[in-house]
């Protein structure tokens, strides 16, 4: 049975998988799978006159939230201009969700082919990938609706993707690493765009809301599965570790969220605004900071930090407080 209510759908808490064994937990995260999920198709109401993309619709300006919708270029704009960029965007950050989405999935199946019987970890993975199908779907229909060729991460990342996927056999910290650096950025955005009130577009606001539910769940076993591999880190591994870790973050961020020379080039944004946008402003280092707060959280928890990789963190533009709990709200101060 899908879940079909507007609101995300519940997924088990710290508390709740609290003092259990590593494959108890993935049971819990199973279960959840089973009885709460999301179909492309069923759970989006495509055909719904209210989802109909038609000339001159508001609701595809961007939110101020966004990196590139709250600048005073963006803001100084006619308004069709900000519909045409805002509906070019948020296309684009849908394909190269769904990118990240199919290096995910043959990722993971790389991992799981010589895994062993009777692991939790067997069922609760698979569980994700038969969700991260349905994302791609999902993806790839708000594009097509949106009715934008967009291209989704820069040309280098498309060509290279085929070839990430192989290392979540031989490198399974490292391709985690590479998953939570694909998950967080874009789960971080979407959870700001609905925080804000924003008027949304029935499409990117249902798209939103399934993404965030189910992903919830993803990021949570990926902090799980790196906590528990954690433990058999040696000391030259773990330092090692300490400094891939915020190279992938801050890499795989810019993949997501900064546009790409394309999209530069087809939407005419003045070098100058990139230059302030990513990541010369005060308003977008520190946007970029919040972003990692449960990324440094987790960094914490693995024992990733320390005075070398403090270092790296800050030259990266990435440092900060660790988040408290997952997914705490940042405050707008810069």
């Given at each position: 049975m899908t879940a079909t209510a507007d609101a995300p759908t519940d997924t088990p808490t710290a508390h709740d998988v609290e003092g259990l064994s590593y494959q108890e937990t993935l049971?819990?995260?199973?279960?959840a799978s089973v009885h709460q999920h999301?179909?492309?198709?069923?759970?989006?109401?495509?055909d719904s006159p209210e989802f109909e993309v038609v000339p001159n619709d508001p609701r595809w300006v961007l939110p101020e939230v966004d990196s590139l919708g709250g600048t005073d270029w963006y803001r100084s704009l006619p308004l069709d201009r900000q519909i045409e960029i805002g509906q070019y965007r948020l296309a684009?950050?849908?394909?190269v969700g769904l990118q990240f989405e199919q290096i995910l999935i043959?990722?993971?199946m790389s991992h799981l082919i010589p895994m062993g019987n009777n692991r939790a970890e067997f069922r609760y993975s698979t569980h994700e990938v038969t969700e991260e199908c349905h994302h791609t779907q999902m993806f790839q229909e708000g594009v097509n609706r949106i009715g934008v060729d967009v291209q989704g991460g820069p040309g280098w990342f498309i060509r290279l993707a085929p070839f990430l996927c192989l290392a979540g056999g031989p490198l399974p910290n490292i391709f985690f690493f590479g998953i939570l650096a694909g998950e967080e950025p874009i789960d971080y955005l979407q959870k700001s765009v609905l925080r804000s009130g924003h008027d949304l577009h029935p499409i990117v606001e249902r798209v939103m809301q399934i993404h965030v539910a189910e992903e919830a769940r993803h990021i949570g076993f990926a902090h799980t599965y790196l906590v528990e591999r954690s433990k058999d880190y040696g000391r030259l591994q773990r330092f090692g570790l300490s400094l891939a870790y915020p190279i992938i973050m801050r890499l795989l961020c810019d993949v997501i969220m900064k546009p790409t020379k394309r999209m530069q080039k087809d939407l005419g944004i003045p070098k100058e605004v990139m230059r302030e946008v990513y990541w010369s402003s005060e308003r977008s280092q520190k946007l970029l900071r919040d972003t990692f707060g449960d990324v440094r959280m987790l960094a914490d928890e693995l024992g990733l930090m320390?005075?070398?990789s403090r270092i790296l963190w800050r030259a990266l533009g990435i440092h900060g407080s660790p988040s408290r709990f997952r997914s705490e709200p940042k405050s707008a101060a810069v």
């Open positions: 049971r819990v995260l199973s279960e999301f179909d492309a198709f069923l759970d989006i109401a495509w684009n950050i849908m394909k043959g990722g993971i320390n005075r070398v």
